[in-house]
């Protein structure tokens, strides 16, 4: 009752070049850039809440996905200087990091023997000493020992300087990555792909062209890839909406990503500790507007370790439907850039008392958001 009559009011509002936004989203029409900005510039919380919240509930009805996965990160030895990184450190300060072994690594996944998890997650800092042979073999390996286990790894930016190492093509090196078991791409290093904006906080890694080509050719070899955007640091209105035009354009044309995740950038203990964070309005704003302009992505996600699992919650009602994962505690890169979820772990169940709590409904999926289980009543 509620919704529908923020609905009618978003459909009636005052301002006519927003009345006519809401009339596009309601005919299903796409919205231009331009009509990007003016989101950004002008709707308010309640305007573009209700917007995207009518079009996840056709997508999706009350559904809320998660999956059950954990994450390994082989390193934070990084050969890159990305400013808003509070993780990497130098390869001359690398004893203040770490590097695991083959070893260590399949350690990890044999933690899991037993449970049923369906997915790992592996992403790191650019070692430069942990070349494309050695990623195929720990992925070869983690498939030995557990054939059902979906691999989703390497940012493009990994990618990027694995590839160019070996003197591989990318679309030879994704064929070999795909031939050890490697079966998609996460969404990092997408950043801001503007280059004003790019040269300015993460200058000496990958760029757009690089990053949307590994993406592309990922999708073309038939895998399913992730797409992310950092927002609130030091970039406009309009840069945000050049970086999700760009990933509409892609996905208009391949089809292959499986969602968008926006990051809340994170300000503790870096080169941009200076700027302030967002507030939780910008941030909700945000998820409401890349709902209503990334028309032909499903799936919109909240990432909730960087977010915080009640940040998180909240943006259930500003068109997000997907939470990713149980992660178990397997990730450092929010932690250390000051998230709330200093130890990001929760189980099936805190996951399924959270969406139940704002009246969604849990449902289990898979990499790839095939349904395995719908929690229609609350046991987990
Ligand atoms: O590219 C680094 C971001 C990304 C900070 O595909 C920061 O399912 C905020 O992409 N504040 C890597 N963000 C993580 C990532 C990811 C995470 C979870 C799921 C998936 C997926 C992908 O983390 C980096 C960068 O954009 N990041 N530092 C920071 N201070
Ligand atoms: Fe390295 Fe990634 Fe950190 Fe950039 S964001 S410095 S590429 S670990």
């Keep these: 009752m509620f919704e529908r009559f923020e609905l009618e009011n978003a459909l009636n509002h005052s301002d006519k070049s927003l009345k006519q936004v809401a009339e596009k989203v309601m005919n299903k029409q796409r919205l231009t850039e331009e009509e990007g900005v003016l989101l950004f510039e002008k709707g308010e919380l309640g305007f573009v809440g209700a917007l995207a919240n009518y079009i996840t509930q056709s997508l999706h009805g009350n559904k809320v996905y998660f999956n059950r996965n954990f994450h390994i990160e082989p390193t934070n030895v990084c050969v ?4 808003f ?10 004893d203040d990091g770490w590097e695991l072994s083959m070893e260590q690594m399949l350690d990890i996944v044999r933690k899991y023997d037993g449970q049923p998890v369906t997915e790992v997650h592996i992403v790191g800092g650019v070692h430069p000493k942990m070349n494309l042979e050695f990623f195929c073999e720990v992925i070869s390996k983690i498939k030995a020992h557990r054939p059902d286990l979906h691999i989703k790894g390497f940012t493009a930016v ?3 300087y694995m590839f160019r190492k070996a003197k591989l093509s990318v679309e030879d090196g994704l ?8 079966q998609s791409l996460p969404g990092g290093g997408a950043e801001i792909f503007h280059p004003d904006i790019r040269n300015e906080i993460c200058a000496d890694k990958v760029d757009a062209d690089g990053w949307l080509l590994i993406h592309e050719t990922a999708h073309k070899l038939g895998m399913h890839s992730n797409a992310t955007m950092l927002y ?10 050049d970086h999700m035009s760009r990933l509409r354009t892609l996905q208009d044309k391949t089809g292959g ?5 926006p990051l809340k950038f994170r300000n503790k203990d870096n080169d941009m500790s200076n700027i302030p964070e967002v507030s939780i309005i910008e ?4 998820y409401s507007i890349a709902r209503i302009f990334m028309d032909n992505f499903r799936n919109l996600k909240a990432y909730w370790p960087m977010l915080g699992r009640q940040s998180a919650q909240l943006t259930l009602s500003f068109g997000v439907n997907d939470l990713d994962g149980t992660i178990d505690d397997t990730t450092k890169i929010y932690s250390m850039a000051g998230s709330e979820e200093q130890n990001p772990a929760m189980s099936t169940e805190d996951i399924c008392d959270l969406v139940t ?3 969604k409904i849990p449902v289990e999926r898979d990499t790839l958001y095939n349904e395995l289980k719908v929690y229609d009543t609350v046991t987990a």
């Design 80 to 83: 890159f200087t990305c400013n």
């Design 85 to 94: 990184c509070s993780y990497s450190r130098q390869y001359k300060h690398r």
């Design 158 to 160: 990994e990618l990027d």
């Design 175 to 182: 064929k070999t990555l795909k031939t050890a078991g490697l």
């Design 232 to 241: 609130g640091h030091i970039e406009s209105y309009s840069h945000r909406v």
């Design 257 to 261: 990503f499986n969602c968008f995740i």
């Design 283 to 286: 941030d909700m704003r945000l």
């Design 357 to 359: 709590a704002v009246g």
